[in-house]
T-cell receptor
Framework: EAAVTQSPRNKVAVTGGKVTLSCNQTNNHNNMYWYRQDTGHGLRLIHYSYGAGSTEKGDIPDGYKASRPSQENFSLILELATPSQTSVYFC??????????FGEGTRLSVL | GDSVIQMQGQVTLSENDFLFINCTYSTTGYPTLFWYVQYSGEGPQLLLQVTTANNKGSSRGFEATYDKGTTSFHLQKTSVQEIDSAVYYCAMRDWTGGYKVVFGSGTRLLVSP
């Protein structure tokens, strides 16, 4: 069964700390995405990838890095976390014929 | 750049009412358009997609079409039920922008029994 798994599901971080959010997909999809979800803004694209080794900037990349070491894994990295990055983060995978399939989200609080 | 505008932040209906949610899009290419639904505490899930202008997509009683002339697409349902209460997102994938998929800001649907 198609699946996108995010870890951790909940995270509390301190301002200035480093945070890594992980995403794994078992769908053999080429494309993977990271979004953040905030009230009033919907889902905003941070970074995406169209295959292992590639990362592309989305609409709001500032303050975030991404890494795609393999087809299955796509990480979002906050090198210096700030309170404004408190949000719910969603990972998704898809390809040319498949609409993005989402994980269940990671709730991040930066104190 | 590519964008999707979803103006209705919240829609409140009674059971058996007609639902209509509209989005407009902006792109220079040939988009595929999606509607997603998100229930509380879950990730968004695909409701339906429309690849070709003036074609209809349908799923679970919902229908969607898009009009290339007005660059708009909408979601409708003839008779909503309380279980349809959720947040609905329109989204667009356009190959001229690579593999980006961009979303609107969402419409919260509240259906009272």
């Amino acid at each position: 069964e198609a699946a996108v798994t995010q870890s951790p599901r909940n995270k509390v971080a301190v301002t200035g700390g480093k945070v890594t959010l992980s995403c794994n997909q078992t769908n053999n999809h080429n494309n993977m995405y990271w979004y953040r979800q905030d009230t009033g803004h919907g889902l905003r694209l941070i970074h995406y990838s169209y295959g292992a080794g590639s990362t592309e900037k989305g609409d709001i990349p500032d303050g975030y890095k991404a890494s795609r070491p393999s087809q299955e894994n796509f990480s979002l990295i906050l090198e210096l976390a700030t309170p404004s990055q408190t949000s719910v983060y969603f990972c998704a995978s898809g390809d040319d014929s498949q609409a993005p399939l989402f994980g269940e989200g990671t709730r991040l609080s930066v104190l | 750049g590519d964008s999707v505008i979803q103006m209705q932040g919240q829609v409140t209906l009674s059971e058996n009412d007609f639902l209509f949610i509209n989005c407009t899009y902006s792109t220079t290419g040939y988009p595929t358009l999606f509607w997603y639904v998100q229930y509380s505490g879950e990730g968004p899930q695909l409701l339906l997609q429309v690849t070709t202008a003036n074609n209809k997509g349908s799923s679970r009683g919902f229908e969607a079409t898009y009009d290339k002339g007005t660059t708009s697409f909408h979601l409708q349902k003839t008779s909503v039920q309380e279980i349809d209460s959720a947040v609905y997102y329109c989204a667009m994938r356009d190959w001229t922008g690579g593999y980006k998929v961009v979303f609107g800001s969402g419409t919260r649907l509240l259906v009272s029994p």
